[in-house]
């Protein structure tokens, strides 16, 4: 069995003083004394010192209600702690417990705890790997969140297993096999923790032509599987003549990769997103191009999931993309918000009818995907209310070309479609929004989204597993050779208005984080970290890091002190393809951590 690394004894060991004894962690400072076990309740309504959770609530709106560090004095933060990580892809967002970090170190399945007032190390586990694990395990060197419940942190293994670390100690508690890794089966997102299920999502390789996914729970006790529901329907499930007489076994890839799912206690429901399935062309995955150009299609593929958290099963679905040509997922937060729903036709090019006149508080679901394209939808029902092709204009190189107000169907356009081999087509957008994610502050009522303006090239190609190629990023032709890139803009939720906008010339995989403070923080694949007045976005403090910033911000009180912690490092530089003058160094991955004075 694995162990964990106890600090004392191991500065000890190494100096050759002690053989076989594990000396207890030091407390952090800034913990109260005691663990106390972490249930249900607290996960429901967390205490605002602490990050207990992927977007600390589970409605996942990425809101601190922490209020030390505000709009008046955010430019007087300074540096707290660094800590250097290991090499490799990194997009982690660390949990943060009565003054302990939690965090995943790049690569594959190295956990440590920290003091979270200055960095220092308490403990860490490190898993042994399979010998081949390399092979097969594409995706599972990444975490971008571990999960915490009772005396456990949980984390998904690039060998496909669950496990479950002792919060206190890191030493192993148990290990749940979820599947076999070697047919391409791991993970990238983490798990989230449902009425005592560790609930998680697969990553299914695209290197694997016969990986069927799925999103399952496992009793955080003791690691046994509760349910299992399956991302692409099979062919005697409901659903499951979308994808014509495609064999079960070949409905592959539909991957829940991106990140967990949110949950609506009230409702008792998980709201889970679902990516693309394989090959991406149509014309290669069911031999014709010509399968229908709108939903349902191919389910659940660019769809959300809305499941019964007990049992799994699906009470309602949405498709946004339905058989998608083009691999843009619609994996992305699903962001539950309570608000008057009143769109503006202004602003909004889509709108259900029934909407007019009423201007009633909804329970709300909000999405936007990786091509663009913002949906709300009612969670309690799946009804569609309103869309819009955001960030865009126009749908002349969008891939959805309408959306029925009525019924909420959408449809795609067919003129992108690849009709043989050879064709080539932009596609706009692309990664406008991947795993990086946005925030919602209650307090202003906005969205803080950050997104690139960024198209696709893509060729159909029938020699590759994917069925194109070559294929790759382009920037935005609309926005011209030297244009700006990357945008965060403010979104009115209720109307669908946009509030403010802040846009620059270098790309971003990061993410926005809104605090009670009345700020949003910000970085960018440029180095640059900023606060942003969260109601008319000017830029109230900046300062440059190390490297790129791909992870997520967290903001938490330990020791009586407001922190911000944001993790910078490398998973490829866009600069290289959007703004190869702002060239940035890569890897150097680290924690970096701020305090006001």
């Known amino acids: 069995m694995p162990q964990p690394r106890l600090v004392s004894a191991a500065v000890l060991a190494s100096l050759g003083w002690l053989a076989c004894v594990a000396l207890p962690?030091?407390?952090?400072?800034?913990?109260?004394?005691?663990?106390?076990?972490?249930?249900?309740?607290?996960?429901?309504?967390p205490d605002p010192a602490d990050w207990l959770m992927a977007y600390r609530t589970y409605d996942f709106q990425a809101f601190s209600p922490l209020d030390e560090i505000d709009r008046d004095n955010v430019g007087g933060l300074r540096l707290a702690w660094m800590r250097a990580m290991e090499e490799g892809a990194q997009e982690i967002r660390p949990l943060v417990y009565d003054g302990v970090m939690y965090i995943a170190q790049p690569g594959y399945d190295h956990l440590q705890a920290l003091d979270a007032t200055t960095g220092d190390l308490i403990w860490e586990y490190r898993r042994e790997q399979p010998d081949d694990i390399r092979e097969y395990a594409q995706f599972g060197a990444r975490t971008r969140n571990l999960a915490l419940y009772g005396s456990h942190?949980?984390?998904?293994?690039?060998?496909?297993?669950?496990?479950?670390?002792?919060?206190?100690?890191?030493?192993?508690?148990?290990?749940?096999?979820?599947?076999?890794?070697?047919?391409?089966?791991?993970?990238?997102?983490?798990?989230?923790?449902?009425?005592?299920?560790?609930?998680?999502?697969?990553?299914?390789?695209?290197?694997?032509?016969?990986?069927?996914?799925?999103?399952?729970?496992?009793?955080a006790g003791d690691g046994l599987e509760r349910w299992r529901t399956y991302t692409a329907a099979g062919a005697d499930d409901p659903g499951g003549a979308t994808w014509g007489t495609l064999p079960t076994a070949d409905r592959v890839h539909v991957s829940p990769w991106g990140?967990?799912?949110?949950?609506?206690?009230?409702?008792?429901?998980?709201?889970?997103?679902?990516?693309?399935?394989?090959?991406?062309?149509?014309?290669?995955?069911?031999?014709?191009?010509?399968?229908?150009?709108?939903?349902?299609?191919?389910?659940?593929?660019?769809?959300?999931?809305?499941?019964?958290?007990?049992?799994?099963?699906?009470?309602?679905?949405?498709?946004?993309?339905?058989?998608?040509?083009?691999?843009?997922?619609?994996?992305?937060?699903?962001?539950?918000?309570?608000?008057v729903v009143n769109p503006d036709p202004e602003a909004v090019r889509?709108?259900?009818?029934?909407?007019?006149?009423?201007?009633?508080?909804?329970?709300?679901?909000?999405?936007?995907?990786?091509?663009?394209?913002?949906?709300?939808?009612?969670?309690?029902?799946?009804?569609?209310?309103?869309?819009?092709?955001?960030?865009?204009?126009?749908?002349?190189?969008?891939?959805?070309?309408?959306?029925?107000?009525?019924?909420?169907?959408?449809?795609?356009?067919?003129?992108?479609?690849?009709?043989?081999?050879g064709d080539q087509f932009i596609i706009c957008g692309h990664n406008v929004k991947g795993w990086w994610s946005w925030s919602y502050s209650p307090v202003t009522g906005l969205l803080y989204v950050p997104i690139n303006r960024s198209c696709l090239n893509q060729t159909l190609n029938p020699r590759t597993v994917s069925g194109t190629g070559p294929r790759f990023s382009i920037p935005d032709p609309d926005i011209g050779p030297n244009g700006d890139l990357t945008e965060v803009r403010a979104i009115d939720i209720s109307t669908g208005r946009e509030v403010w906008r802040y846009s620059q010339r270098a790309p971003n995989a990061g993410t926005t984080l809104a605090t009670a403070g009345n700020v949003v923080f910000f970085g960018d694949s440029n180095r640059r970290f900023r606060a942003?007045?969260?109601?008319?976005?000017?830029?109230?403090?900046?300062?440059?890091?190390?490297?790129?910033?791909?992870?997520?911000?967290?903001?938490?009180?330990?020791?009586?002190?407001?922190?911000?912690?944001?993790?910078?490092?490398?998973?490829?530089?866009?600069?290289?393809?959007?703004?190869?003058?702002?060239?940035?160094?890569?890897?150097?991955?680290?924690?970096?951590?701020?305090?006001?004075?």
Not at 26 to 31: E, F, I, S
Not at 179 to 207: E, L, Q
Not at 394 to 408: A, L, M, N
């Open 25 to 45: 962690p030091p407390a952090a400072a800034g913990q109260s004394g005691e663990f106390v076990p972490i249930t249900d309740e607290m996960l429901r309504d």
């Open 153 to 219: 942190v949980y984390h998904l293994t690039a060998d496909a297993h669950i496990i479950a670390v002792d919060a206190r100690t890191g030493e192993l508690a148990w290990e749940s096999r979820t599947a076999d890794y070697r047919d391409g089966i791991t993970h990238s997102s983490g798990a989230t923790i449902v009425n005592g299920m560790v609930v998680s999502g697969r990553t299914c390789s695209p290197a694997s032509l016969d990986a069927r996914c799925f999103v399952a729970a496992h009793d």
């Open 259 to 339: 990140v967990p799912g949110s949950f609506d206690p009230e409702l008792n429901r998980v709201f889970w997103g679902v990516a693309v399935p394989l090959p991406y062309t149509r014309l290669m995955r069911r031999g014709t191009w010509d399968v229908g150009d709108r939903s349902p299609c191919e389910l659940y593929s660019n769809s959300t999931i809305a499941m019964n958290a007990d049992t799994g099963a699906i009470d309602w679905y949405y498709q946004y993309l339905p058989c998608d040509d083009w691999d843009q997922d619609f994996v992305q937060e699903r962001t539950l918000i309570d608000t």
């Open 350 to 421: 889509w709108i259900n009818p029934n909407l007019a006149g009423t201007a009633e508080e909804r329970k709300i679901v909000v999405v936007l995907g990786e091509p663009g394209g913002l949906f709300v939808n009612d969670r309690e029902t799946g009804e569609f209310l309103w869309a819009d092709p955001f960030p865009f204009d126009s749908t002349e190189r969008f891939v959805i070309s309408d959306v029925d107000v009525e019924t909420g169907t959408t449809t795609i356009n067919m003129d992108l479609v690849a009709r043989e081999a």
């Open 532 to 597: 942003f007045d969260a109601e008319t976005g000017e830029v109230l403090w900046e300062t440059i890091l190390g490297s790129q910033i791909s992870g997520y911000p967290v903001t938490y009180e330990a020791g009586g002190r407001q922190y911000l912690t944001v993790p910078v490092g490398g998973v490829g530089n866009r600069l290289r393809t959007y703004a190869p003058e702002l060239e940035a160094p890569t890897g150097s991955n680290m924690l970096v951590t701020f305090t006001l004075p």
